[in-house]
T-cell receptor
Framework: DTEVTQTPKHLVMGMTNKKSLKCEQH?????MYWYKQKAKKPPELMFV???????INESVPSRFSPECPNSSLLNLHLHALQPEDSALYLC???????????FGPGTRLTVT | QKEVEQNSGPLSVPEGAIASLNCTYS??????FFWYRQYSGKSPELIMF????GDKEDGRFTAQLNKASQYVSLLIRDSQPSDSATYLC???????????FGAGTILRVKS
């Protein structure tokens, strides 16, 4: 089973709202990722967690705050977003860094 | 020079033909290489990964890697209309230890 789940599927939020995206995997993978994808562009790395510790932050604005409560869960907390943050947010996991990554279905975020 | 380069296409092939997708990368120290398929509005789906020079086959898909030329390709045999999608080449860069995607090649298989 190579399933990564993400909730919610769709999210509409105002610029003053606080919301969270959730990601879960039960494959025993030790690395988890957040990506942002705009239309007709490739995924763009935001954060990497390895063994539940933040390994890479690609200079993401502080209005995005990642959290890894345990080895199966990854959250992305959103606050004071801008309309240009509207995108598909993808979570992925892999057995370890450098190995194949499996993507979840994504959360389609619209900021109004 | 972009880190991972792909021809954006679209690449059009007739049903039953072989589709050949190509990718070059800049980091000579890269060790792991991936091909993802992405349908419009969906998330990327891993279809092949390759770590060693040479060919790797899985069903109708063959990945080819040439580290000396910094080149990786994907062959799709007996192409079907359902193969029509964007194919993303991804390379795990030695520096930064992160996955970098090419811009993707749009494949259209015509019946």
């Amino acid at each position: 089973d190579t399933e990564v789940t993400q909730t919610p599927k769709h999210l509409v939020m105002g610029m003053t709202n606080k919301k969270s995206l959730k990601c879960e995997q039960h494959m025993g993978h030790r690395a988890m990722y957040w990506y942002k994808q705009k239309a007709k562009k490739p995924p763009e790395l935001m954060f990497v967690y390895s063994y539940e510790k933040l390994s890479i932050n690609e200079s993401v604005p502080s209005r995005f705050s990642p959290e890894c409560p345990n080895s199966s869960l990854l959250n992305l907390h959103l606050h004071a977003l801008q309309p240009e943050d509207s995108a598909l947010y993808l979570c992925a996991s892999s057995p370890g860094l450098r190995y194949e990554q499996y993507f979840g279905p994504g959360t389609r975020l619209t900021v109004t | 020079q972009k880190e991972v380069e792909q021809n954006s296409g679209p690449l059009s092939v007739p049903e039953g033909a072989i589709a050949s997708l190509n990718c070059t990368y800049s980091d000579r120290g890269s060790q792991s290489f991936f091909w993802y398929r992405q349908y419009s509005g969906k998330s990327p789906e891993l279809i092949m990964f390759i770590y060693s020079n040479g060919d790797k086959e899985d069903g109708r898909f063959t990945a080819q890697l040439n580290k000396a030329s910094q080149y990786v390709s994907l062959l799709i045999r007996d192409s079907q209309p359902s193969d029509s999608a964007t194919y993303l080449c991804a390379v795990n860069m030695e520096y930064g230890n992160k996955l970098v995607f090419g811009a993707g090649t749009i494949l259209r298989v015509k019946s």
